[in-house]
């Protein structure tokens, strides 16, 4: 079976409101492989009435910006390319970074080293976005007073 890697960066991450769902085995496989943070800077905004964290494909702008990666199957990959709206909210691309911590497992990465990943990023934002303020790591719950409302809780 193919595997992929993925960046997350926003409500999939560790503690944020959507990481079950990487773990939910009806939606497919997923495992764990490293902190990361992206070798370019980004901004990674949160948008629209439901504050969604948006990583905008604007490389150059923005911060260095933290996530994680994941090694998931075809399976899972499928569920996030729905969940993700491509190719309208987001779009998958690929986008090169820079581990951070030590990974355990068959696949080990060392502090340092460059990976590649497919990232959820959006070149179809509205013209006020890269105004917006940008975060160098997206946390739901964080300081910037913007509550992620979650897909079931949507209008």
Do not use: C
Not at 69 to 79: A, G, H, Q, R, T
Not at 95 to 116: D, F, M, N, Y
């Amino acid at each position: 079976m193919r595997m992929a890697v993925i960046f997350v960066y926003g409500t999939l991450k560790k503690g944020q409101p959507n990481y079950y769902r990487m773990f939910d085995s009806s939606n497919g496989k997923a495992e764990f492989l490293a902190s990361v943070r992206t070798t370019q800077k980004y901004p990674l905004i949160i948008a629209t009435k439901h504050n969604i964290p948006f990583l905008l494909n604007i490389p150059g702008q923005g911060q260095r910006v933290h996530g994680e990666i994941y090694k998931v199957d075809e399976k899972m990959l499928n569920f996030l390319d729905d969940f993700e709206g491509i190719p309208t909210m987001y779009q998958r691309t690929m986008v090169e970074l820079e581990v951070e911590e030590q990974t355990e497992g068959e696949v080990r990465l060392s502090p340092g080293s460059i990976a590649e990943a497919f990232v959820y990023s959006t070149t179809t934002y509205q013209p006020d976005w890269p105004s917006l303020p940008n975060y160098e790591s997206y946390d739901a719950y964080g300081n910037h007073g913007l509550v992620y409302v979650s897909r079931e809780a949507r209008d």
